[in-house]
């Protein structure tokens, strides 16, 4: 599939131009370091692949790896918590050892299909709170 290093990973700047199909960002900073985000904010590492599978790929995996809480171990500081450049380049190269190459495609799809279920059960929630305002304020309607 792909190599161990075949993608880069650095401290995002803003002044420098990226291509967004090829690149995804992840947090840096704080009690969600480690999440995976397709939009850049000041404290986050870029993460950029030779291709769009791979990116894709390496998204999924990073979001594997935050939600198991495998970031967790290499968080620093006091009062707020920071990853490194080169610990998060180590947790991710440990995730692509471990990855089974024959899975991968059916886990991405079943996650991918997972997120687009959740998001469409959060607009089905915002919808019903629309609702019910509009249930209550017909109360005072004459």
Not at 44 to 55: G, L, P, Q
Not at 129 to 139: D, I, P
């Amino acid at each position: 599939m792909f190599k161990l290093n075949a993608y880069q990973l650095k401290v995002y700047n803003p002044n420098l131009k990226t291509n967004p199909e090829s690149c995804f960002y992840i947090l840096n900073k704080g009690n969600n370091a480690g999440r995976p985000m397709l939009m850049p904010c000041p404290n986050c590492f870029i993460v950029t692949a030779k291709s769009e599978t791979e990116r894709d790929i390496l998204y999924w995996l990073t979001f594997a790896a935050w939600k198991t809480k495998r970031f967790l171990p290499y968080l620093n500081g006091t009062t707020i918590l920071n990853l490194t450049t080169p610990d998060a380049k180590y947790v991710l190269n440990e995730c692509i050892l471990g990855l089974n190459q024959l899975e991968v495609k059916h886990k991405i799809k079943a996650l991918k299909k997972t997120e687009k279920l959740e998001k469409l059960l959060v607009l089905q929630l915002e919808k019903f709170k629309e609702l019910k305002h509009v249930l209550a304020a017909s109360f005072f309607k004459s």
